[in-house]
């Protein structure tokens, strides 16, 4: 029996996802018996592993947990979102902004 562990590789401390596509919080936790993953921003649930169209709203700090009967642990990620914004005539590359939390604050 192992107690619930989230490291780097399964649950990375950042992540970057693009405005206007389907995105997925990653956030897969070790252990045995197999841990239940639960992740929240703001208080409300945001399943990990699930995928949803994404806004630059979605930026911020989210909170996940990993439990089992051994035990729990928990992990804060930060997620910036990018919003390429593409020249009006087109064919020329876009500017790239990114929303997001340092500590907290935009």
Do not use: K, M
Not at 52 to 74: K, M, Q, S
């Amino acid at each position: 029996a192992v107690p619930p562990w989230l490291d780097d590789v399964g649950c990375p401390l950042e992540q970057n996802w693009t405005e206007g596509q389907e995105e997925t919080l990653r956030c897969l936790a070790q252990g045995n018996p197999r841990p239940l993953v639960s992740c929240a921003r703001d208080g409300q649930s945001f399943p990990a592993g699930i995928s949803h169209p994404i806004t630059r709203r979605h930026a911020g700090t989210y909170h996940c947990w990993a439990t089992n009967e051994l035990g729990t642990d928990e992990r804060s990620i930060t997620v910036w979102v990018h919003c390429e914004r593409g020249h009006p005539q087109g064919g020329r590359s876009g500017v790239l902004l990114a929303w997001g939390s340092l500590r907290g604050v935009w």
